[in-house]
């Protein structure tokens, strides 16, 4: 296998990387040849350690517990140039049913833990004069969503708009940052979806490998000269 520009011996931090995408992302990482932490509140199943690939238990609603996390990573691996801000959690909820407490926790995990996180990692992107920030948003954060997901779409709307203020922010120091708007993809998440296949123009579901794919370019060398992107990962779904 021919290894992605710009990978190879790269420190990488995946958030939410138990399963479905990030899982998917942080396997490509490490195939790619980077040292990469899978951050998660429970370890991956089927998941041994090596010198390339290690577990961190990490809330991302919780600053102790990132600090916590990038800090081990950091005696392990070095400085994170890579960051994947992808957990999150998903509810559908029609807004006068929606309590306050959900609505907050939607935004801790889904927004509040990618600026932290980014918060955390940025300081020595700077130092080194590089860095890739790649954040997990969705078409909901452009249309608003489905039905009833209010404040799911709050939430990536907002990682795409904090994706773009660290592009502007970070730019001249060799960082950059962009987000995915996935829309459809078969994972956990969004069981009980296939039947809407048929309204995707390419005719089938997203898989995580799609979204992974893309996350793998925009950390690579060959987006070097892309910033403040919302990059649509939908098979047509959503053109705009």
Same mark, same amino acid.
Request: hydrophobic fraction near 45%; include cysteine.
């Given at each position: ?24 992302i ?42 916590n ?13 890579l ?52 954040s997990? =948003?969705?078409? @909901? ?8 997901? !209010?404040? *799911? %779409? $709050?939430?990536k709307? =907002?990682?795409? @708009?904090l994706?773009?203020a660290?592009?502007?922010?970070? !730019?001249? *120091? %060799? $960082? ?13 998440m ?24 893309a ?7 060959s ?18």
């Amino acid at each position: 296998m021919q290894l992605v520009e710009g990978i190879s011996g790269r420190t990488a931090v995946v958030t939410g990387a138990a399963q479905g995408i990030g899982r998917n992302i942080a396997d490509l990482l490490v195939a790619n040849g980077a040292k990469t932490a899978y951050l998660d509140l429970n370890k991956p199943s089927s998941f041994t350690e090596s010198s390339s690939q290690k577990f961190f238990q990490c809330n991302v609603t919780e600053l102790q517990s990132i600090e916590n996390a990038f800090t081990d990573i950091e005696s392990v691996f070095g400085s994170v140039e890579l960051l994947v801000n992808n957990a999150g959690i998903f509810k559908i909820t029609p807004i006068t049913e929606t309590s306050i407490e959900l609505w907050n926790q939607m935004l801790a995990v889904n927004l509040t833990g990618a600026f932290l996180c980014s918060k955390r990692a940025l300081p020595g992107m700077k130092k080194k004069q590089y860095g890739r920030i790649v954040s997990i =948003g969705s078409s @909901a954060g452009k249309t608003g969503g489905s039905k009833d997901t !209010a404040a *799911y %779409g $709050v939430s990536k709307a =907002g990682i795409h @708009a904090l994706a773009k203020a660290i592009a502007t922010e970070y !730019a001249p *120091y %060799g $960082v950059t940052s962009n987000a995915l708007a996935p829309a459809l993809i078969n994972t956990d998440m969004v069981k009980g979806i296939a039947d809407l296949a048929d309204r995707i123009p390419v005719g089938r579901l997203g898989e995580a490998k799609d979204v992974a794919r893309a996350a793998l370019f925009l950390l690579s060398e060959s987006s070097s000269f892309i910033t403040g992107e919302v990059m649509d990962v939908n098979g047509g779904f959503l053109i705009d």
